[in-house]
């Protein structure tokens, strides 16, 4: 049963310090991880998308890499910002075209 | 950009309630997901629709149904609410399994 996990559950960083958030699936047959942002109270929002066959995204500040190999995907902010306070998921695509969630990050940039 | 609804922000309800979310997309996706969002327990699904009149068990499904009568509208059902399904409910879309998931904003439902 492939499950997910997102370390840490909680980061709190000063403005402008470039950050990582870590995800890690424990089967490697996906076919695909995406990152989303969830605000307090609000649905999710769509940040990047990587096929199983890709090894980055970028979009804007943000920057995705995927290892499907060693189970393990990244998700880089450079110069964070306080409005990238939120929660970070990530899910990865199963074999049964399921999305299997993380519990997330809650991501805390102080000004 | 695709929009997906859902007809409510907050909902309380009685134990015992027969209790209907409704979720609206406007992009003509065939996909339609049900997940509830629980502190600790991450999002899981419940039900999913690939198709008008199809309808699919997820990992949690029970004391739930769902309701998919056209394509733009997935409803769920709570046939008898009761309170361990007060939650965070989360609607989503997509055009292919293989793309970009649309969620809606979400329904925080309490059972009392």
């Known amino acids: 049963k492939q499950e997910v996990t997102q370390i840490p559950a909680a980061l709190s960083v000063p403005e402008g310090e470039n950050l990582v958030l870590n995800c890690s699936f424990t089967?490697?047959?996906?076919?695909?991880l995406q990152w989303f942002r969830q605000d307090p109270g609000k649905g999710l929002t769509s940040l990047l998308l990587i096929q199983s066959s890709q090894r980055e995204q970028t979009s804007g500040r943000l920057n995705a890499s995927l290892d499907k190999s060693s189970g393990r995907s990244t998700l880089y902010i450079a110069a964070s910002q306080p409005g990238d306070s939120a929660t970070y998921l990530c899910a990865v695509l199963d074999s049964s075209y399921k999305l299997i969630f993380g519990s997330g990050t809650r991501l805390l940039v102080r000004p | 950009d695709v929009k997906v609804t859902q007809s409510s922000r907050y909902l309380v309800k009685r134990t015992g309630e027969k209790v209907f979310l409704e979720c609206v997309q406007d992009?003509?996706?065939?996909?339609m997901f049900w997940y509830r969002q629980d502190p600790g327990l991450g999002l899981r699904l419940i039900y999913f629709s690939y198709d008008v009149k199809m309808k699919e068990k997820g990992d949690i499904p029970e004391g739930y149904s769902v309701s998919r009568e056209k394509k733009e509208r997935f409803s769920l059902i709570l046939e008898s609410a009761s309170t361990n399904q007060t939650s965070m409910y989360l609607c989503a879309s997509t055009l292919n399994p293989l793309g970009l998931y649309t969620f809606g904003s979400g329904t925080r439902l309490t059972v009392v």
């Open positions: 992009m003509d996706h065939e996909n």
């Open positions: 089967d490697s047959a996906i076919y695909n």
